[in-house]
């Protein structure tokens, strides 16, 4: 197990030589007994990150790009690399830097389609990054004169989905309409070497069929720009395991694709993907404190400006268990809870419910499971609850146990 103060490591810079101490504790059981925290301990399980990551590179038949916003710890960064991840989505400068800092080899795509020009320069010029997306001419024209000569670059055309169905919906922000994703296309055909389309279902989308409709979307763009495409990327929303979800099969998902990609007619580009929350959910969880319970309210010390942002407005469910090692063992009966965040923000409230022993109460900790996707990565120091740790621990999460992502058949 290995301990470490948790600042994100795009805040903390790139040079990411915080502390970490080694302890010989590997399961969060026996975190818990040793170190009893009142701080939130976040843990990250490479072991599973790496298992995950392995299994997706199989399934996928293209390249997976790790879409890095979800969880840019390096520990969590080195773990997919260990799986067989060597391609990278990278969303802004900062990321850009990690990922070449960590991996001098990675393949580093930049996937934000509105770009500050310094960001595109640097991740050109210095740390080598030769794909670039865009959803605009004036997008395209700056990319292009901010890279030189662009030998070598690749240029990947984000489309615009109609609003779909997936928990996170994406389709209001990015995305170039039908007619004018054509005209882009046909604008950076002369500059690419490689020329791409991407788009992406929206977050945790459950309905294999978003990825059908939406290959059907660049099939149509493909037709009318009538130029050869070299990069058909899917983009990420692929599933996780939450409780209460009817997780689809994973093979249904990449069937989908793998039909559109068959009916594209262009047998000779190649597939990409930007899994980020099935690749990271499984690998990440939080320990957290009771300090108070009320009713069905447990009181606990991390909340919705911590790592559990998307039990709050979004109202996430998350597997969970009690720790509680001294005294007498938790009730088998369970009940439902709601949390309350540590902050003194009444929206600082997580609805659940959490299922959890009927006699939880104040000093028992509480495991929250899969997060490892959007969690320790979104918290704040409002109100100065920022005290939380890092630990890598070598047990498997009771997550972990399910199919972490929805299998290929
Ligand atoms: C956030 C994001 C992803 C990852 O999405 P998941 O739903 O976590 O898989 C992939 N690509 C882009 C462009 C994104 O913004």
Redesign the pocket.
């Known amino acids: 197990m290995r301990v470490r103060s948790a600042v994100s490591p795009l805040r903390r810079g790139v040079a990411t030589t915080a502390p970490v101490i080694r302890q010989a504790l590997p399961t969060v059981d026996a975190l818990v007994a040793d170190l009893r925290p009142e701080d939130p301990v976040h843990c990250i399980r490479p072991a599973t990150l790496a298992a995950t990551a392995r299994d997706f590179v199989a399934a996928f038949p293209g390249d997976v790009l790790y879409?890095v916003?979800?969880n840019p710890d390096p520990a969590v960064l080195r773990a997919l690399w260990d799986g067989g991840v060597r391609h990278f989505?990278c969303?802004s400068p900062a990321e850009v830097a990690l990922v070449r800092t960590m991996f001098g080899d990675a393949h580093i795509h930049f996937?934000h389609p509105v770009k500050a020009r310094g960001a595109i320069r640097e991740a050109w010029g210095r740390h080598g990054v030769r794909d670039f997306v865009l959803d605009s001419e004036a997008e395209l024209a700056k990319i292009l004169a901010e890279t030189g000569d662009h030998a070598g670059i690749g240029l990947i055309v984000r489309l615009a989905l109609p609003k779909g169905e997936a928990v996170l919906d994406?389709s209001g922000k990015f995305g170039a309409e039908a007619e004018e994703a054509v005209a882009l296309l046909r604008a950076a055909r002369p500059h690419a070497v490689r020329l791409g389309v991407a788009f992406?279902v929206g977050?945790?989308c459950l309905d294999p069929l978003a990825w059908r409709r939406a290959m059907d979307v660049v099939r149509g763009v493909i037709r009318s720009a009538g130029v050869a495409i070299d990069i058909v990327d899917v983009?990420?929303?692929?599933p996780v395991a939450y409780p209460d979800v009817e997780l689809p099969d994973f093979g249904a998902i990449l069937a989908e694709i793998e039909d559109g990609f068959d009916r594209l007619g262009q047998p000779d580009a190649r597939l990409w993907a930007?899994?980020?929350?099935?690749l990271v959910a499984a690998g990440g969880s939080v320990v957290v404190q009771v300090q108070a319970r009320r009713g069905d309210a447990l009181y606990i010390n991390d909340g919705v400006y911590g790592s559990l942002a998307d039990a709050g407005a979004l109202a996430f469910r998350y597997p969970v268990r009690c720790l509680r090692p001294e005294g007498e063992a938790p009730d088998d009966v369970l009940r439902g809870f709601t949390f309350f965040g540590p902050t003194c923000d009444s929206a600082d409230a997580m609805r659940g419910p959490f299922h959890l022993p009927a006699d939880i109460g104040e000093g028992d900790w509480i495991e929250i499971f899969q997060l490892g996707?959007y969690g320790a990565c979104l918290r704040t120091g409002f109100n100065g609850f920022d005290r939380a740790r890092i630990v890598e621990v070598s047990d498997s999460s009771q997550a972990a146990d399910e199919p972490v992502f929805a299998q290929a058949a």
Request: hydrophobic residues 35%; aromatic residues 4%.
């Open positions: 879409a916003k979800c989505d969303a996937m994406l992406h977050s945790q983009g990420g929303g692929f930007e899994p980020g929350r099935a996707a």
